[in-house]
């Protein structure tokens, strides 16, 4: 198993409208299709941001869960919980989520 | 023989063309993006050449080259579904593509072509402002300047110093303009959105500013990028750029929170 797995569904979700369709109506039964490890298997679907990030998955795919929110992860939480296991920066005081404008689909 | 007319660089924020439309007259990058346009309509480029890097939409670990050239007779974009901005058709050069591909691979630069291509937000923002209608063909020149690792900066300046004898040799009359898509320092979607390295900010401008390209490139390591955050790889694509402008100085340069607008004009 490897990171990989992860960083492909999360790339698939932005870039393959039908898999995209299934993240959203079931992201459960979607990421089956896909051989994670256990921890990654847990670290995804309890949306542990901080945990896949730290076990490597690329920030720029780890933001599409909280652009799709996905597994409980939205533009509000993301940015407390990729920080999660981290200690504390000042630098984060600095730091919000832009403005998500969404074009449905 | 074609001419290199005019370079620019400017960042590609996804969200800049709509949060103009929403509030006119207000952003700061309203007003750059003005100034650059400006140059590039004086100029009167036939074609231009654009170093992008990617954001995971053409490519994927799967397949990811250092540098590739954009082959295809046209492409679509803004790929990504939450980008909110019109989704335009740009057009290729395939005859030069090639011959810059041919002519590269001659130079001893391995580079990989692509003559199929998914366009991202970040090929296609610098676009709707600096090639309005998509009339002007464009070929694009992507860099990985966001999956580590990154190739080296030097590398990347040699590769623009390349693509200026490439255009010099070019059996055509095309007017060319270079057109460096990215910003300065940014994180994006890592635990430090928002924040903005402005030492490293400062220091790219400055040497900008001064025509210090090579020292630039010299002090671009991998290691001083990732630490301005996870988006700042596509400082490369500007240094590519300055590979290419020789000694010429910018004609102007700005910052806007880690993000650079600047315009070299070569005749």
């Known amino acids: 198993m490897s990171i990989y797995q992860v960083n492909k569904l999360l790339y698939l979700t932005d870039n393959d409208a039908a898999f995209r369709k299934r993240m959203k109506e079931n992201p459960e039964e979607a990421i089956k299709a896909f051989s994670l490890s256990q921890e990654e298997h847990d670290a ?3 949306g542990a941001v901080g ?3 730290q076990m490597g998955v690329h920030t720029f795919l780890l933001n599409h869960l909280s652009r799709y929110e996905l597994f409980g992860v939205n533009r509000d939480n993301y940015l407390s919980r990729i920080r999660e296991g981290m200690e504390y920066d000042p630098r984060f005081e600095q730091g919000q989520m832009p403005m998500q404008y969404f074009i449905k689909e | 023989m074609a001419k290199l007319v005019l370079a620019a660089g400017v960042p590609h924020p996804p969200r800049l063309v709509y949060e103009m439309a929403q509030a006119p007259g207000k952003m700061r990058g309203e007003v750059l993006m003005k100034q ?3 140059q590039v309509e004086k100029a ?3 074609l231009i050449i654009e170093f992008d890097s990617d954001h995971f939409v053409n490519f994927f670990y799967s397949n990811l080259p250092s540098f590739c050239i954009g082959m295809a007779e046209e492409a ?4 990504e579904t939450w980008c909110p901005m019109p989704r335009y058709t740009v057009r290729g050069h395939v005859p030069l593509a090639k011959a810059l591909f041919k002519y590269g691979l001659h130079d001893k630069f391995d580079l990989a072509a692509a003559h199929e291509l998914r366009l991202d937000h970040s090929l296609v923002v610098p676009l709707h402002f600096l090639n309005p209608s998509m009339e ?3 070929v694009p020149i992507y860099t990985n300047g966001f999956a580590s690792p990154l190739p080296l900066a030097t ?3 040699s590769l623009g110093r390349m693509v200026r004898r490439f255009i010099e040799a070019w059996d055509g009359k095309e007017r060319v303009a270079l057109i460096a898509s990215g910003c300065f320092a940014m994180d994006v979607g890592g635990p430090l959105r928002g924040w903005t390295d402005r030492e490293w900010e400062e220091t790219i401008s400055g040497l900008l500013l001064q025509g210090k390209y090579q020292a630039l490139a010299r002090r671009a390591t991998e290691e001083r990028i990732n630490k301005a955050g996870n988006n700042s790889g596509e400082l490369l694509n500007w240094i590519t ?3 290419a402008v020789g000694k010429t100085r910018p004609l102007f340069l700005e910052n806007d929170d880690g993000s650079g607008y600047a315009v070299w004009k070569l005749e």
């Open chain 1, 44 to 46: 995804l679907t309890s």
């Open chain 1, 51 to 53: 945990k896949l990030y």
């Open chain 2, 36 to 38: 650059v346009r400006e």
């Open chain 2, 44 to 46: 009167e480029p036939d």
């Open chain 2, 76 to 79: 679509q974009g803004p790929q």
């Open chain 2, 136 to 138: 002007l063909p464009v």
């Open chain 2, 155 to 157: 590398r990347c300046f």
């Open chain 2, 241 to 243: 750029l300055t590979g």
